[in-house]
């Protein structure tokens, strides 16, 4: 599994420290922006070409097992 740092960054001197996809000023808030509004993952892509279609899915993917994690605890 992809580790958080290498796909998410926070840095208070870039969008006041909201977090974003690595090497961008996307916020990772845009992908689940997108996905809630109905669009697709590849619109959310097309809409934002500096984030990969790997760096999209790991954040996905991290997101799922933490929820997953989070709801196996006591």
Same mark, same amino acid.
Do not use: K, W
């Given at each position: 599994?992809?580790? *958080? &740092?290498?796909?998410?960054?926070?840095?208070?001197?870039?969008?006041? %420290?909201? #977090?974003?996809?690595?090497?961008?000023?996307?916020?990772?808030?845009?992908?689940?922006?997108?996905?809630? @509004? @109905?669009?697709?993952?590849?619109?959310?892509?097309? !809409?934002? #070409?500096?984030?990969? &279609?790997? !760096?999209?899915?790991?954040?996905?993917?991290?997101?799922?097992?933490? *929820?997953?994690? %989070?709801? &196996?605890?006591?």
């Amino acid at each position: 599994m992809t580790e *958080l &740092r290498q796909i998410i960054h926070s840095d208070p001197d870039i969008l006041g %420290g909201t #977090p974003v996809f690595v090497g961008t000023r996307v916020p990772v808030q845009s992908l689940f922006d997108y996905l809630e @509004g @109905g669009d697709s993952l590849d619109e959310f892509l097309r !809409q934002f #070409p500096s984030v990969s &279609r790997e !760096q999209a899915i790991a954040a996905l993917d991290l997101a799922r097992a933490t *929820l997953l994690a %989070g709801a &196996r605890s006591p």
